[in-house]
C-alpha cells in the first residue's frame, strides 16, 4: 500500500522557518522524483520544489534561496526546510512522488502552513 505522509505544518509569524517532512512506504523511494506543491485558497497548485532520483533540485523562483528541499533514501524521507516565511508561502503543501520510468505518480494528503502575525 503506497503511502506518502506530510508533517510539520503549522502557524509561523513572517520571517519565521519551518521544516516539512514527508515519509513513504510502499514503493522504491530511491527510484523516484520527489516534490512539494502547494495549493493556496483560490489558487491552483503550484509545484514548490523538486529532487530527482540523482539529487538534482529545481524551485519555483518565489521560493529559491529560502526554501531547500533534501532526500534521504535510507529513512524513504523527503523534506522541505522553509525560511524567510512570507504571508504569501500560505497554503497547503503537497509532497509527490513521480515516476516516468514506471508511470507512477503519487500524493500525500497535504499540510498546511500559515504564516500569519
Known amino acids: 500500500q503506497v503511502q506518502l505522509v506530510e508533517s510539520g505544518g503549522g502557524l509561523v ?3 519565521g522557518s519551518l521544516r516539512l517532512s514527508c515519509v513513504v512506504s510502499g514503493f522504491t523511494f530511491s527510484q523516484y522524483a520527489m516534490s512539494w506543491y502547494r495549493q493556496a485558497p483560490g489558487k491552483e497548485r503550484e509545484l514548490v520544489a523538486r529532487i530527482s532520483s540523482g539529487g538534482s533540485t529545481n524551485y519555483v523562483d518565489s521560493v529559491k534561496g529560502r526554501f531547500t528541499i533534501s532526500r534521504d533514501n535510507a529513512k524513504n524521507t523527503v523534506a522541505l526546510q522553509m525560511g524567510s516565511l512570507k504571508p504569501e508561502d ?9 515516476s516516468r520510468l514506471y508511470d507512477r505518480d503519487y500524493w500525500g494528503k497535504g499540510t498546511l502552513v500559515t504564516v500569519s502575525l
Open 13 to 15: 509569524e513572517p520571517g
Open 90 to 98: 500560505t497554503a497547503v503543501y503537497y509532497c509527490n512522488a513521480n
